[in-house]
């Protein structure tokens, strides 16, 4: 209790100035942030990234500006061993008690001394099912495309979401260190690149239009498309799928500190939670927000795994540096 109120006295009620954003596209709800701006009196700015390794690159850059950023649970720990995190203790804030105790102590932040939970949710395979008629619960529909797909297939600019599913259709498991499973799915990748027709955070408008037919691709916005276009469905890869969780921290070289952990404490109430949630068809992690979320929505197919594929699932890591230099030379020899 005594923790809580020196955090509440530490944290101004009212704020001003400016908090810079950086997240994926499409991910951050506009009313959120409004509500956000009026109730601190703060002007926030949001730049998009499209990837993991994109917003990386640029932090280590410098010069970008940022306040917070919102990396996926298995680069979490890569952040932090390059200092490029601030220590902000989000466990620490008066909103934590409302964090879903299964998120509290994580593999990736044992403590959450630097992150607090965005949302959580899987990797697997969209499909317009008006088109293909088959099995859409396999990633064969990427890495051995029938037909009807060809041409027409998005593979989403997600390095470890990419290589770790192509490494569990040929029989491994992610962060392999077995070469031999490592060049099977690097020679997998690579045969079945000529059938794509992009590596790209591809527009929704070209599935809803149906120029793409088929993607690797995440839960949220699968449930996004197929309400524009029902055709579209969501499968569980059977061969191996990921579970994961992206998380908001504030950068280490933050120019406005106290906007930025007030937006780490705001995210963990349960009403802000559900915008999060409402906005992008993603699980969050924080208790009581089902009473403000859409009813539809934790009824969803592509909220909840079916029992035969609940084996298939697991966690994404972040893998031995060793591991990772191999993904990143898999990964430039697919992508150039």
Request: net charge negative.
């Amino acid at each position: 209790m005594a923790t809580g109120l020196l955090l509440t006295t530490a944290l101004p009620a009212l704020a001003e100035g400016q908090l810079n954003i950086f997240n994926f596209g499409l991910y951050t709800p506009p009313d959120l942030i409004k509500k956000f701006e009026e109730k601190y009196d703060v002007k926030v700015t949001l730049t998009e990234y499209d990837s993991n390794e994109t917003a990386m690159a640029k932090i280590e850059a410098g010069g970008h500006g940022f306040d917070i950023v919102v990396p996926s649970a298995s680069v979490v720990p890569i952040y932090i061993e390059k200092g490029l995190l601030m220590k902000s203790e989000p466990s620490q804030m008066s909103n934590f008690k409302n964090v879903d105790p299964q998120w509290v102590d994580v593999s990736w932040d044992s403590g959450r001394h630097y992150t607090a939970p965005w949302v959580w949710g899987t990797t697997g395979v969209m499909v317009n099912t008006k088109v293909y008629k088959g099995d859409i619960n396999t990633s064969a529909v990427i890495f051995d495309p029938p037909e009807e797909l060809k041409g027409k297939i998005n593979v989403v600019p997600q390095m470890n979401d990419v290589i770790d599913m192509a490494i569990n259709y040929v029989g491994g498991e992610a962060c392999t260190t077995d070469k031999a499973i490592l060049k099977a799915a690097r020679d997998k990748l690579m045969a079945a690149k000529p059938f794509w027709a992009s590596i790209d955070y591809a527009s929704f408008e070209k599935f809803i239009k149906e120029d793409l037919n088929a993607s690797i691709f995440w839960s949220g916005a699968t449930m996004r498309i197929r309400a524009e276009n029902p055709g579209f469905a969501y499968g569980f890869p059977k061969e191996g799928f990921s579970l994961w969780q992206d998380n908001v921290a504030i950068l280490a070289d933050a120019k406005n500190v106290d906007n930025a952990k007030l937006f780490l404490n705001f995210i963990m109430e349960p009403e802000n939670a559900a915008l999060i949630s409402n906005y992008t068809r993603y699980a969050n992690s924080i208790l009581g927000s089902e009473a403000f979320m859409d009813p539809e929505l934790p009824k969803a197919p592509e909220m909840n795994i079916p029992a035969e594929f609940k084996s298939a699932a697991h966690f994404q890591v972040t893998c031995p540096t060793e591991v990772q230099q191999i993904y990143a030379r898999i990964w430039t020899d697919l992508t150039k």
